[in-house]
């Protein structure tokens, strides 16, 4: 059996028969685990799973950490801390995931996805949101975790900014770890002056 049609297998049986899967981000500073909503945003969802379930975060670091706004993290480039192109980074241009049973390609320059635009869950506090650069179906890997309310970040809200970035999950434990890591100290670039490593993401 080849790993296409068993990653097919994977996402129709193991997450749609189950309550949506969660995950455990071992870190530097602790640990905390995060609910991906299979349910309601599978696009996006099983693109990070799929990643997950790689090996493709293990050993990167946060690059980007701004108190009393969002933890980023994702960058394939950020496996060094401080390589000046991280955030530039994403997944395997044209390499695919299965969501549900459907086969999503990953776009040929930068292994970007499809804007899942269909639920409207607000980037509160914990919650876990795609990043972008602000251009049409411009998300990959990179992801940002909320710790306050950032309303303006809603793609619904064009009444506050521009900005359009999904939700796709929530921390469900350990949010005082985040909240930690939003407190260290950084550089003028937002970049972790001690970098704050993942060791590793795993499904629970």
């Known amino acids: ?29 602790g ?19 799929d990643l997950v379930q790689t090996g493709f975060y293990n050993g990167l670091h946060f690059h980007r950490v701004i108190d009393n706004f969002m933890l980023q993290f994702g960058c394939p480039h950020s496996r060094n801390p401080k390589d000046p192109r991280a955030g530039t980074g994403g997944p395997q241009p044209r390499s695919t995931y299965n969501a549900g049973g459907k086969t999503i390609t990953r776009d040929a320059r930068e292994g970007c996805i499809p804007d899942e635009f269909t639920q409207r869950i607000s980037n509160e506090p914990g919650t876990l ?15 940002f975790i909320n710790t306050v309310h950032n309303d303006f970040l809603d793609w619904w809200r064009a009444d506050l900014s521009p900005s359009q970035h999904p939700v796709f999950g929530k921390i469900v434990q350990g949010m005082d770890v985040v909240n930690k890591i939003g407190k260290v100290r950084c550089d003028g670039n937002d970049n972790p002056i001690t970098p704050v490593q993942v060791i590793s993401v795993t499904l629970v």
């Open 1 to 29: 059996i080849n790993a296409e049609y068993m990653g097919h297998l994977l996402s129709v049986y193991f997450f749609s028969e189950m309550a949506n899967p969660r995950v455990t981000f071992q870190t530097t500073q």
């Open 31 to 49: 640990n905390f685990v995060a609910e991906i909503y299979v349910d309601k945003m599978p696009v996006t969802s099983y693109n990070f799973l």
């Open 129 to 143: 949101s795609m990043a972008n650069t602000g251009s049409p179906n411009s998300g990959g890997s990179q992801f």
